[in-house]
Structure formats: C-alpha cells, structure tokens
C-alpha cells in the first residue's frame, strides 16, 4: 500500500497505490471510483477490502478521493460531478504511471459508476467497466438519498433541515448547483462504454438496473462491449448493511476481472 | 498549509495524513495535535470532520496528524497480541515519535470523539508528552441531576415528543435504511467513575489541559452542567473546560451544527497556544 499524490497544484488529490501481489501482475490494472460523500463512510471499508483482494490477485489497483472529498484538496461544498470526471481521467493516468501497466479497467461503486462511465464516454480507454450498484439516474438517487435521511434523521432531537434548499444532503455540504448536476446524470441517455465489456455487478433486480441491462443488451447486438451481468444477492437482500459488509460481490467482481 | 500522506510506525503499519503550517504560520512551543479514529470510521472522521479540523488548524499555525489505529481504516494490524487499549497507546505513542522525526513539536493534544476519547484518555495518562486533551462525547455516567430531568422535565420536552412521532412514522413508512443505522455492536471499556475523576485530577495535576464537549444525542448527557456533576471539584480547575452543544447529534451531522465544533475546538486549541508560549517566555 502506497499513498500517491496527484493532479494539479490546486486540485492536489490522494490516491493509495496496492502493487500487484504474486509472481505474474495482470496486464490490466484497476482504477476504482468509490461514490460521493454522502456514501463514501459507508462503503468505505468494501472499496479497501475490494483493493486488497484484487491485488491479491495480481491487479495492481488504486483507489482515491475526488476533489473535495476524502483526504483530496478541496472544501466539501466545491465538489461536483463534473470535475469529479475529471479526477477519474487523472487518476486512471496516474495508476499507468505508477503501475506500469499498459491497459485499464475501472470499478465504479454507486455515483463513481456513473462518473467512471461519464469518463469513458468521453474518451478514456478502458478494457472492463465494472458497474458496481451504480446509480443509473442520477434524479433517482438523490431521491433515494433524501429519504434515507429522513427516516436517519427520524430518530435526532433537533433533524437537520436536508429538503432542496437546504443545502446539505447526510451531513455534507449538498449546494443547489451540485443537486442539479447530479440530478441531470443518466446512463440511460450516457451508455457506459468500454473496450472489451461493461460487467454489471448488483445485489438486487432493481428496475433501473434492469433498465440499463436491456439497454447494454441491446447495444452489445449492435457491436458494443459485450455485457456481463453479475446478480448476486446478499444475504441482508434489501438493505445496503449486506452488500457493504458481505465479500460475495467483492469476490464476484474479481472473477468477473479475471476472466479473460 | 500542506499536506502529505505517510506510512509511518516501528512496524510500518500506521497510515495518516500529516497537515502541516506554512513556516511563516508555525507557533513555537505550540503542541501538535492528533486524530485517530471515531469508533470504526477512518481518520478522514465522520461528515470529514477531522479534515475539515485539521486544516483549519494548520492555517492557525498547528501540526495535526490524522491516523488510523492498528487495524483499523487504512492501518494495517500490529504484530502480537495486545489488548484495545493497550493497542491504541502503543499507536499513538509512534504517531507522537513520528510527528516528532518530522520537525513537528515534542508536546501534543489529543482529541477523540465517542470511542476515540477512550485511547486518547488512556494516551493521555500514560504519556507526558501529551499536555492537552479533548474527548468529545467520552465519558458520561448518570448522576441524580440526569434522573432528576429524565423522569420530570424532559418528558415535557417537545422536541422529544416531536421525535417520538417522527419516529413512528418513519417505522410505518419503512424504506430505504442507511448501514450504519444499525445499534453500535461494540462495547466500550469505559472507566468507572471513581477511576474517571482520579485520572482527570492526576492530569489536572501535572498541567494537562482537558476540555470535555457534549451533544444533545448522548443519551446519557441530559443537561450542560451534568460534567460538572461528575467531576465535582475538578469542574473548577482552571485547566479543566467544557462546551455543549445541545441541538448537535452525536455526529454533528448538521453543517452548522459541525461548524460550530471546528469554532470551539479552534478556539480552545488558540488557547492552548497562547499557554504554551507563556510557559515557554517563563521557563
């Protein structure tokens, strides 16, 4: 494990570097893209253990922090989804640099799905796009983030005021402008490309997952990356404790890398 | 203000961020400060607390090393086999000696919120090098004054009532769940009280500054002048502070609410500087 620091000088960002385990690196290193602030505590443990395992398996891996978030420079409210697609652009540029490889896939875990994704369409290369829960729309997810934090906040003395306007979101600094960006994401309209496949790793058939698997479908008839579709449930279906706290998607993901 | 990541340790097993004062901002005599984790959550803390913390600190003048402890966040595990606490000390005792080899300060504070303030409690008596220390949310016990709110005055409280309700509700309607919803499913070795005040008065004692911060959301902590109900006497010491934040949550998930924190924990640490170069103009 080491800590990297990159970007520009006034948009230094921190990523940790995990060589490749074993005698025979793969060809291809990983770059993954963890979600925005409001999920990055949570799933903050499942993108280390994620690392691990695939250097383990020989990838040599990076993951990082957007600007703005994390360790990376940047105050919480100047983070936004398009510089965010930005940072996986430097990151993936960074992980060849320090790992030598020669080629890329990427892990995207929720909104970093949809920003690894946004990346590729315009124009980074990459072997395998791993769509890991991702947020296919992103209206539907701050929805969704909304009325987390209405039930969480169901149980404080004094609820923080989280509505549109407010201007936070979880605990984070969610400024109006950031809400309207994230709102306009949609990989229905922007289909994630990649060179060799798109895996779609989910633990649960959610109508939007299944939306953008027929639209992968079809574009994979036509010529476009093929698709792999990983459904595993966990066994805490239903909630996201399981799929955070689980290895079976982990260990899904890593196969789904390995196969060649 | 900068900063830059290491992997530091006699074991090369710790990982945090050092924030550092640009020269002409450095304070001589001034202590450094450490953040190692909240409960599980890694060093960058909770709602990016001890980011937000440590560079507004090291714009005041302030060396602040956020870490992670021994097998937590992005810390690897310590060889052999030691207990939690006697782990966190052993950890933050490297993090001093590495923040030290750094051209930082020989004297620090340490700061700790929930779980935190137990290894930065127990660092804190075990090392001299450490002159100051916050615990945020630590050490709480039940005093009659708690009893006393708890079965009068609070039942009267609208805001609980108001939870009450939003709570039903929130049941009934069901819906997406947060992860980390779930009940804390860790337990805490907390010091009896007995043990609590004999520490706090040998800190006290030896010029160890202490500030004790509380939150509305510590189930525990019904009033702001419940610490002084605990600590009796030594609430007066001139060392000893404390600040409440009533309408915060435990996490000080409210940005306003966070703000606030980093004012009076700036604060106090301005404080504490202001002390370090009056002894340092003595001596």
């Known amino acids: ?260 | 203000m900068r900063e830059r990541a290491f992997v530091f340790g006699a074991h090369a097993n710790l990982f945090g961020v050092l924030a550092e004062p640009d020269p002409s901002d450095a304070m001589a005599g001034s202590p450094a400060v450490l953040l190692a984790n909240m409960g599980v959550n890694h060093h960058v803390g909770s709602n990016r607390l001890w980011v937000d913390l440590s560079r507004r600190l090291a714009r005041m003048g302030f060396h602040v090393l956020r870490f992670d402890l021994s097998g937590l966040g992005d810390s690897l595990q310590r060889p052999g086999a030691h207990g939690d606490l006697e782990r966190a000390v052993l950890d933050l005792r490297e993090a001093m000696d590495f923040v030290s080899q750094k051209g930082g300060p020989q004297t620090f504070v340490v700061m700790g919120l929930c779980s935190g303030a137990d290894s930065a409690h127990a660092v804190t008596v075990a090392d001299p090098r450490v002159t100051g220390a916050v615990y945020i949310d630590g050490f709480v016990w039940r005093t009659p004054g708690f009893w006393l709110r708890y079965w009068t005055s609070r039942k009267l409280e609208a805001a609980r009532w108001r939870r009450y309700l939003r709570r039903r509700a929130a049941r009934q309607r069901g819906g997406p769940r947060e992860a980390g919803e779930a009940r804390e499913i860790y337990q805490r070795e907390m010091p009896t009280p007995e043990q609590f005040r004999a520490s706090l008065g040998a800190l006290l004692g030896r010029g160890t500054a202490v500030l004790a911060i509380y939150t509305g959301g510590l189930m525990d902590y019904a009033y702001e002048g419940q610490i002084r109900e605990m600590v009796g006497e030594l609430s007066r010491h001139p060392l000893f502070a404390t600040d409440y934040f009533p309408r915060a949550d435990h996490l000080f998930t409210d940005v306003g609410e966070h703000e606030k924190l980093l004012v009076s924990l700036c604060s106090w640490m301005k404080g504490r500087a202001g002390r370090a170069r009056a002894e340092e103009a003595s001596a």
Request: hydrophobic share 40%; aromatic share 8%.
């Open chain 1, 1 to 260: 494990m080491q800590p990297v620091s990159f970007g520009t000088s006034d948009r230094q960002l921190l990523g940790i570097y995990y060589p490749p385990e074993g005698e025979q690196p793969r060809d291809a290193a990983v770059l993954l893209c963890g979600p925005a602030p409001q999920e990055y505590m949570l799933t903050y443990w499942a993108t280390r253990k994620l690392a691990t395992l695939l250097a383990r398996h020989g990838f040599p891996v990076m993951r990082f922090d957007y600007f703005g978030t994390g360790d990376s420079a940047g105050e919480t409210e100047e983070g936004r989804p398009r510089l965010w697609v930005e940072d996986v652009g430097a990151a993936a540029r960074e992980l060849l640099d320090v790992s030598g490889a020669y080629a890329l896939s990427a892990v995207g875990l929720r909104l970093g799905a949809s920003l690894a994704a946004l990346a590729a369409s315009e124009g980074l290369d990459l072997e395998d796009l791993v769509l890991w829960e991702p947020v296919v729309q992103g209206s539907a997810y701050v929805d969704e983030l909304r009325a987390i934090a209405a039930r969480k906040y169901s149980e404080f003395l004094f609820p923080p005021d989280q509505g549109p306007g407010s201007g936070q979101l979880l605990g984070y600094q969610f400024p109006g402008s950031v809400e309207e960006e994230t709102r306009g994401l949609d990989l229905l309209r922007t289909l994630p490309r990649a060179r060799r496949r798109v895996v779609m790793a989910v633990s649960e058939e959610r109508p939007l997952y299944l939306s953008l698997k027929a639209r992968l479908e079809e574009e994979a008839a036509r010529g476009g990356p093929a698709l792999s579709w990983r459904h595993e449930p966990e066994e805490a279906s239903g909630s996201l404790d399981g799929a955070l706290l689980s290895n079976t998607i982990l260990n899904a993901i890593a196969s789904a890398l390995e196969e060649a």
